[in-house]
Nanobody, 115 residues
Framework: QVQLVESGGGLVQPGGSLRLSCAAS????????MGWYRQAPGKQRELVAL???????VYADSVKGRFTISRDNPKNTLYLQMNSLKPEDTAVYYC?????????WGQGTQVTVSS
């Protein structure tokens, strides 16, 4: 069964840090591009960070220098280290895997940045 399971979300104060994890079933991790997306209330889902199977990374301008995406291939796990969090980072964060036209999404994890 294909699965992406996110964890690590929660409530954090502005300036704080969180690390999100996405555990993937093996068949959809190796060779796939993996990414983090987010969707805030009333807004479209947007790319946060992407890590290709070849090791390239792409970040949204709004998170450059604050967020770091990484993947542990032996553990089939994708991470998103989020530092210097801002209230505008509040959203549901989703993990996504893609190989060509094959795309899988996780169920999402809520991140709330508030004092």
């Amino acid at each position: 069964q294909v699965q992406l399971v996110e964890s690590g979300g929660g409530l954090v104060q502005p300036g704080g840090s969180l690390r999100l994890s996405c555990a993937a079933s093996g068949s959809i991790f190796s060779g796939y591009s993996m990414g983090w997306y987010r969707q805030a209330p009333g807004k479209q889902r947007e790319l946060v960070a992407l890590r290709t199977s070849g090791g390239s990374t792409v970040y949204a301008d709004s998170v450059k220098g604050r967020f770091t995406i990484s993947r542990d291939n032996p553990k089939n796990t994708l991470y998103l280290q989020m530092n210097s969090l801002k209230p505008e980072d509040t959203a549901v964060y989703y993990c996504r895997s893609q190989l060509g036209n094959i795309i899988y999404w996780g169920q999402g994890t809520q991140v709330t940045v508030s004092s």
